[in-house]
């Protein structure tokens, strides 16, 4: 169909007089899918038992200051400061229960309120969302990888450390170690450390805790767990095979000299794809009791040159050699393998999302504990829009090499500008409470699809 020049240009010279009133507008019609998706999950009844052993000194119970939280994030906003800015939305008000949402101040002080057991019951809670949707999705396999994180703070925060931090050194920090799951993309549970902890600190029980979860939740499933070489032990590989785990661990082997003498010594390599190369042993440090499967990797790469280089110039490329050693319990081939454990870079992207989406690089207050709360909520937001894509759509995707994610998700910030952050008017014709749209095809299709479903 051809269009006329006239039905797409039009003179515009008048800018519109600003006019503020008190209306029934909202800037997030989108929170209604979290509203059904929250009475889905039952999350306020949940919330409520976490800190129902806790009495509020204040006119606002916990529980509804916890629901804050995860909205706030939700929305996209990062400091308390920023609530003034929604704090009038009717469509943020009615998904809390809520005439007039707390005040930053309010908000400051009783996140100082919550103690350990309300804290380990809201983690509680999270673990038992994340295995619940791998029950609804019928997982026989489960990949969890472990690492840990910063999050650098400016104030002198109760618990945090001055340790090993690239992007702000010198920077008190905390460095919780998390375990996510590959398949969902989902944050399982963290342990919160001080930041001058190594990576492995406190590590065995954690892992335990973990994989003891997954093993109640779901019987009988392949449970796998992917490291790096922090968590690089004897200690730490003897408890993996006790709990009956799949495994691949990053080997530190600049630190054992045999195994570099094995690469220096060895002339023969087996193919790989692409530019890689392996060959295997089953060997063991002179401390260690047994003997495991190592895999040796090289991959041939362009050398950085350091040198002033003048451009104007060829320069040829120069090629070496890096290295890496990985240690295994799979009987798969080491092509599969290798594959495998280099899928757990995913979990890289996951942390990113958290501090750029979630509010994860952001500290709160002076008090551990707030601080834990407010990084739990943020995870929470992050865990919800997931969830909210998995009850929407099928699998994209079979378990892959790598374990990449089933699901091709959009971040959280995708989903605020897709439709959470959609422009809605609350009406009541003939007495029915209404939620009016601009008539968007794109956005119409996206609401019902998600109401539906998330129900």
């Known amino acids: 169909m051809k269009i006329a020049k006239k039905a797409i240009y039009r003179n515009v010279h008048a800018v519109p007089t600003l006019r503020f009133e008190d209306q029934q507008l909202t800037s997030f019609s989108g929170l209604v899918v979290f509203q059904v998706l929250f009475a889905r999950l039952r999350l306020k009844e949940r919330l409520q038992q976490c800190v129902s052993h806790l009495h509020s000194t204040g006119v606002y119970r916990l529980d509804t200051i ?20 929604y704090g009038d939305d009717p469509m943020v008000q009615r998904m809390l229960g809520i ?12 996140l100082r309120e919550f103690d350990g057991a309300s804290v380990e019951k809201q983690w509680q809670m999270n673990r038992e969302l994340v295995t619940a949707a791998a029950q609804r999705g019928e997982f026989t396999r489960v990949t969890l990888d472990f690492d840990g994180s910063v999050q650098s703070t400016k104030r002198h925060a109760e618990g945090t450390a001055v340790g090993f931090n690239k992007h702000q050194k010198g920077a008190r920090s905390y460095y919780p170690l998390f375990c996510t799951v590959a398949q969902m993309g989902q944050v399982f549970d963290v342990w919160h450390r001080p930041g001058n902890v190594h990576d492995s600190h406190d590590a065995p029980a954690f892992v335990r805790a973990c994989v003891q979860e997954w093993r109640a939740a779901l019987p009988g499933m392949i449970l796998e767990v992917r490291m790096d070489s922090a968590f690089f032990s004897e200690e730490m590989v003897t408890l993996l095979d006790e709990l009956g785990v799949l495994y691949t661990v990053s080997v530190p082997f600049e630190r054992l000299a045999e195994l570099k003498q094995r690469i220096e010594q060895r002339r023969w390599w087996w193919r790989m794809a692409g530019e890689q190369a392996y060959f295997e042993a089953h060997w063991k440090p002179k401390c260690w009791s047994l003997k495991h499967r190592f895999v040796f990797v090289r991959a041939r790469v362009a050398q950085q040159r350091k040198e002033p280089i003048q451009l104007d110039l060829f320069t040829p490329q120069v090629y070496g050699y890096e290295f890496k ?5 799979h009987g798969a081939g080491a092509r599969h393998v290798v594959a495998f454990h280099e899928g757990r870079g995913y979990q890289e992207h996951v942390f990113g999302e958290l501090k750029t989406d979630g509010a994860m690089a952001y500290v709160p207050t002076q008090t551990c504990l707030g601080n834990q709360v407010y990084l739990w909520a943020g995870i929470m937001a992050h865990n919800l829009a997931r969830e909210v894509q998995m009850r929407v759509a099928q699998p994209a995707r079979r378990t892959t090499e790598k374990r990449s994610p089933l699901w091709c998700f959009h971040s959280l910030r995708h989903l605020r500008q897709l439709w959470i952050q959609r422009a809605g008017r609350f009406t009541r014709p003939g007495g029915e409470l209404t939620l009016t749209l601009s008539a968007n095809p794109a956005v119409q299709q996206a609401f019902l699809q998600y109401l539906q479903d998330a129900a």
Not at 100 to 110: A, D, F, G, H, K
Not at 325 to 329: A, C, G, H, K, Y
Request: aromatic share 6%; hydrophobic share 45%.
């Open 325 to 329: 050693v990985i240690l295994t319990n």
């Open 99 to 110: 005439e007039q949402l707390p005040s930053v101040p309010t908000l400051s002080r009783m």
């Open 66 to 85: 916890l629901q804050c939280l995860i909205v706030h994030i939700l929305l996209g906003y990062r400091k308390l400061q920023d609530r003034a800015y």
